[in-house]
């Protein structure tokens, strides 16, 4: 899938506005510390937009349930129990069963369910069975859910050689083993329009029946999750009158045709319209989106933000998408696997108004849609970066000690304190606005060709991208960059994250699964390997060094690594282009997956001496729709004062039909 989730793990630094008087840094709990983001400008739209914004947040709140549902078939019951007892409870709520217990349902909440939201191994309560039995009378079949470590461990396993949608936790699959599922897909894609391929399998959960017949459940108004999806098709509707011009309408209509007969060639037709829709400033996502909670790719988690158009910002954006076709004539792949017209590629910078299912509470800071091939090479692409939540996270980073820590040198450090979030920014919009439409598969690749290690490819395909071209003359003739050397912090972060920092994510011991992840230590480690030697003095181009029971990242030659990021970035392409599935899964498992015990160690504890929370994640604003004796919105206003466990429990009680 092409949805980017490139969540910085810390801001390096660089200057990002501060708003006066807003506190972005709210609470802090187990391995999360949360923060909340400023829709800077919602008061200056119209009424109309506001109205619009109004609605369109209301349908987004409403597939909470939907997502719950999707990341394990006990997590809604686990939700409802857990918050029943926490709002019921008379006993000591400062005993250290209870406050356990708190810990393990913020935990639940912010990871829609009983998995890590990005590790996605299962939760271990460390409050007793015993108290948690007393005060529920739960069944044992959800105390040995709970507590019994062998049951639903993963709610995502990638590991080779096992069955994956047997091993994974998450709700996509009824029954069906992974060959079964492959194989049933395999005979739909088959019979179905092999030149404009409607995505199958996205919006469905795949049954085998007592009777051994398998089929699709599909997700309708009138199928499963249909009580939550005739409340987002609700407020679509009660947005439809306040969108900004026709298309719009027909964006909004499409959308509702599909949710209300989870037709998919309805969907494509929504797709195209919603992608060629451009000149609104306030847009939406809204649907079935995601594909990286199914182990095998393909089925699609609930989503929705709505925002609108930073004006100032976007013209950064806008500029590389105007020069979209030099950059797929000047990149460094095979010409067969390039795109001979690049078609329809907007992009834009947003202010998120509202976060909802699989990106809340924690979320991406930079969208590529859609994810249909072929919809992307006859009409284009959407591709936007959040700055308000690229700006939350700056802010909540500042003065936490990662710089100094794991920095190499001074001279790297000063780079990355003058250009690193500037070019955090940069990349991420070369990689959503380009990475993601660049290239094309070959006729007759399925899009699916590369099973479970497609999405850890198209990560890195989209990332080798941008740091390619962030290198690039290109960018400083653009003035997207300030000098010739600006972009040395961009690698700098990178290489360090991949290598070193980002595994404080990761429990010592275990090995890296998610894909996010997993790109970024193949770029990273293949670089490592492959430069060695072949800096231009003879040199390894980067290397891993010690000083001081330390270890660091030095890059001895900017250039060159550039030219290694090219020479994989061909390789990829490649991979994805033909669906060469071996190829795939050996870069994968060779450079992606294993971690250094020893360095894995020792990072940790660096790490823990500086007192981060490794993940962050978003309280929303409230808004509250003002009216008239008619019934008429007159206003709608914004408000930052809504707590936590506050706001997650208005959402069960206000957003649940159960």
């Not at 948690?132 to 590991?159: D, H, W, Y």
């Not at 829709?277 to 182990?295: A, I, Q, R």
């Not at 007759?444 to 941008?466: H, M, Q």
């Not at 003739?477 to 595994?503: H, R, S, V």
Request: with cysteine; proline share 2%; aromatic share 12%.
């Amino acid at each position: 899938m092409l949805f980017s989730s490139v969540i910085a793990l810390v801001s390096c630094g660089g200057s990002v506005k501060q708003e006066e008087g807003f506190n972005y840094i709210d609470e802090r709990f187990a391995d999360i510390q949360m923060l909340r983001y400023n829709v800077e400008g919602f008061d200056e739209l119209s009424l109309q937009q506001k109205t619009f914004i109004y609605h369109l947040q209301e349908a987004a709140l409403w597939g909470r349930d939907i997502l719950f549902d999707q990341n394990g078939r006990y997590n809604l019951e686990l939700r409802r129990m857990m918050e029943k007892l926490y709002q019921e409870y008379q006993g000591d709520r400062e005993s250290t069963d209870f406050k356990a217990f708190e810990t393990y349902l913020k935990r639940l909440w912010f990871s829609s369910g009983m998995h890590h939201h990005y590790g996605s191994e299962k939760f271990v309560p460390e409050f007793s069975k015993e108290w948690f039995a007393a005060e529920t009378g739960c069944s044992e079949e959800i105390l040995n859910v709970l507590f019994n470590p062998e049951v639903m461990p993963k709610r995502v396993n990638q590991a080779q050689g096992e069955d994956l949608v047997l091993t994974s936790a998450s709700n996509y699959y009824q029954g069906v083993t992974q060959a079964e599922a492959e194989a049933y897909y395999a005979r739909v894609k088959a019979e179905g329009d092999q030149q404009h391929p409607v995505m199958h399998g996205m919006n469905s959960t795949l049954v085998k029946s007592a009777d051994g017949v398998i089929y699709e459940d599909r997700w309708t108004t009138n199928g499963k999750y249909g009580k939550s999806l005739t409340k987002v098709v609700e407020n679509l509707k009660l947005a439809r009158p306040f969108a900004e011009d026709a298309k719009q309408q027909e964006v909004i209509d499409l959308l509702v045709s599909y949710y209300e007969t989870g037709d998919l060639h309805t969907f494509d037709q929504y797709t195209i319209a919603w992608v060629e829709n451009t000149d609104p400033l306030v847009d939406f996502v809204n649907g079935f989106t995601e594909s990286y909670g199914d182990p095998l790719g393909m089925k699609a988690s609930w989503e929705s933000i709505v925002n609108f158009k930073d004006l100032a910002a976007t013209k950064r954006a806008e500029q590389l998408s105007a020069n979209a076709q030099w950059f797929e004539v000047n990149s460094p792949v095979a010409p067969e696997f390039k795109k001979e017209e690049v078609k329809g590629v907007s992009a834009k910078v947003i202010r998120a108004a509202i976060l909802g299912g699989d990106l809340y509470p924690s979320t991406a800071i930079g969208i590529n849609l859609p994810n249909s091939n072929w919809v992307r090479a006859e009409h284009g692409s959407k591709s936007v970066t959040i700055a308000n939540l690229t700006q939350a996270y700056a802010e909540s980073s500042k003065g936490n000690g990662m710089l100094k820590e794991f920095v190499y040198g001074a001279e790297e450090e000063e780079l990355v304190k003058q250009y690193g979030a500037f070019t955090d920014d940069l990349h991420t919009d070369l990689h959503e606005c380009l990475g993601h439409g660049s290239g094309k598969l070959l006729p007759g690749v399925d899009p699916e060709a590369l099973k479970a290690y497609g999405s850890t490819i198209e990560e890195a395909r989209a990332d080798l991208f941008a740091l390619y071209y962030i290198a690039d003359d290109k960018m400083v003739e653009l003035g997207l960059l300030p000098n010739a050397d600006a972009y040395k912090a961009c690698y700098i972060g990178q290489m360090q994250n991949g290598l070193l920092t980002q595994i404080v994510r990761i429990k010592l011991g275990d090995q890296i699964e998610e894909a996010h992840m997993r790109n970024r230590a193949l770029i990273a480690y293949w670089a490592l390997e492959n430069g060695k030697g072949r800096a231009a003095d003879g040199k390894d181009v980067m290397e891993m060094v010690n000083r001081d029971g330390k270890t660091y990242v030095r890059i001895n030659d900017y250039a060159a690594l550039r030219t290694l990021f090219g020479e994989l970035l061909a390789e990829i392409q490649r991979i994805k282009s033909t669906g060469d599935f071996e190829a795939a899964r050996d870069l994968v498992e060779t450079y992606a997956v294993k971690i250094d015990y020893d360095l894995h160690k020792e990072v940790l504890d660096r790490y823990a001496n500086l007192d981060i929370a490794p993940y962050k994640g978003f309280i929303n604003p409230v808004y509250t729709a003002h009216k008239d004796t008619d019934g008429n919105i007159t206003d709608v206003t914004v408000s930052y004062t809504e707590g936590y466990a506050e706001q997650m429990l208005r959402y069960s009680k206000d957003y649940s039909l159960e």
